[in-house]
Nanobody
């Protein structure tokens, strides 16, 4: 099993940027598909982005495409989420996630996830 620790959340003005980090330990990091989910108060958790084992394939929700970039550094056992041009609707708790399941992006759900980070709050003000 892999353990995930997130950092980098905070408060930012609309149009600004944040970079989230997720440090993994406990198992072979490169064997996992990694991703980020988010959940706003009163809303369902939604998938934001995923990245393949090697980092060669990335996928994004339409709402963040062109603004967010996921990357991973397997040597550092870390996955990142660079968030640019942030909007108030991006406000949510962001969760790093790891899974050994490979699915098309739209078919991932909470039930596929093997490990979750603790969550980090991202707040975007207008």
């Amino acid at each position: 099993q892999v353990q995930l620790v997130e950092s980098g959340g905070g408060l930012v003005q609309a149009g600004g940027s944040l970079r989230l980090s997720c440090a993994a330990s406990g198992r072979t990091f490169s064997s996992y598909v990694m991703g980020w989910f988010r959940q706003a108060p009163g809303k369902e958790r939604e998938i934001v982005t995923t990245i393949s084992w090697s980092g060669g394939n990335t996928y994004y929700a339409d709402s963040v495409k062109g603004r967010f970039t996921i990357s991973r550094d397997n040597a550092k056992n870390t996955v990142y989420l660079q968030m640019n041009s942030l909007k108030p609707e991006d406000t949510a708790v962001y969760y790093c996630a790891a899974t050994e399941v490979v699915r098309p992006f739209g078919y991932y759900s909470d039930y596929d996830i093997d490990s979750w980070g603790q969550g980090t709050q991202v707040t975007v003000s207008s």
